[in-house]
């Protein structure tokens, strides 16, 4: 593939424009206002619900949920009871970079997501779905741990495991800096056609400081841990520059972000509102569907001693400022046992045998036909489905008195395929609501939570790119890049070509599609503890 161009995309997970566009205006993100000034960028939209797993796979098949079958970075397994993490042997159709291998070419991937174990024999560093220590691919390039240190695929712990929120923004930068040192290298020293490097603590940091960052941007009044993060994205802004300044004018650069970012004032609980409308029952003496978010489910109830005496925003204020949050730590290991608290959170799980339903990212019915101890015949399934959605439609914020979600859905009207069966019944999306997993004898709580919301963002630079741009799909990527590379795309894909960006049409050729023989998980034995520990560290696991 010597004589095609080369292509190189740049991730920032979460990225969006309502926090992008104040970086830029503080002057925090020169290259990143010069390539959105210069070329092709708009909005990105993701997956229904935007979640990192699903919707990076849909960047890489091209299609839609439905038919490569990611729907979370969890699935269950024979039981709503059972959930294991998802790996890239999960994903049903062939990816855009297992395409260009097939056509000769060498991509080259450094933290996509659901890209473990590695399908292709190119150099591949994992990312957070990566089971025990198998973060390099192939083994050889272990070596350059001496030189750069561990690759690691997430942080040490969330912002109260290591100290409060500036402490963790550190580590946030520590584990990009040396991913960068990586990524560096293998773009200088191997041969390659398509170079992915993702930055994810962007993501991270937002989910921790996104209604700080929003809010005070440019006004002198950021606590010390959101100052270390506008340095943060000062850095990636670096490395998207450095990644700019090695192509030709013949190469082409492209950067997007899988979803975007959202405030939201308030938590609804699915499975707290499942439970009293008698569709859910809990075994408050079994174990925790994933046993990590028993950890979640202890800090949510230990912020419920904050609330008790009206601490909430003075609790999360003070975590960003490390000189009291020691203090604050240490008085409320020394009075939290006097102080009451409300006990309602569960550590139980579903009670199969006595429910309906079950919410995990969405609603699922918990049929005959997919869940070994399940309850409700597939003939009754669609009607259960339906009284869950209408009951949810009418649901009302007792403090506002507005409607809850924006829309209600059942999965047929959403998910198209041969995987949407492994879908959620019902989906539901929020802009006021952070839709929680977590199990609780509560539906709503007051409580301020940084989530995902659908609209992220893309840029394309190179030949031929026209300086303007719109709104595209996150399924639009996979097309357009085998197109770039003059590879043909698979007549099953849910994208188009975004062709309106270039002065002239992209060649397209359409073939079969493939299907793909999936390689196992590498090692013995599969023990995704870790992975389900990561995730539930990082809030992934809880809403």
Known sequence: M???PSVVIFGLDGATFDLIDPLIDVGAMPN?????NETASGTLRSTTPPLTGPAWTSFATGVHPGKHGIFDFTKFEGSLTEVSAATSSDISVETFYERIVDAGGTPILVNLPMSYPPQVDSPVLTSLLTQGDETVFPEEYRELEDEFGEFRVSPKGDAEDVGGSLPYVEDLIQVEETRFDWSRRLFQTEDWDLFFHLVSATDWIQHELYDELVSDLGT???SPAAERA???YEMFDEQIGWFREQLSEDDYFILLSDHGFRYYHSMFYLNGWLKKNGYLSVDEGGDASVAPTKKSQEKQQKQDVSRQIDLSRIAKTVSRYPKIFNTADWLYKRVSGYLPVDA???YGDIDPANSKSKGWGGIYINDTDRFEDGIVSPEDRPEVAREIAEGLKSVVDPKTGEKVFDEVRLSKK???????DKAPDVVVTSTTHQVDNVMSDVIFRRQEHNGHAPEGIYSIDGPGVVESGGTADIVDIAPTVLALLDIGVPSNIDGSVLDDLFRESLQVDHVPPTTPERRGEPGESRDDSDVKE????LGYLDG
């Open 414 to 420: 959403v998910y198209d395929g041969p995987e949407a």
């Open 32 to 36: 990143l206002s010069s390539l959105l």
């Open 2 to 4: 010597k004589d095609q």
């Open 220 to 222: 002198g009044d950021l």
């Open 230 to 232: 506008v340095e943060g």
């Open 344 to 346: 309602d959170l569960t």
């Open 534 to 537: 990561r995730l539930s560290d």
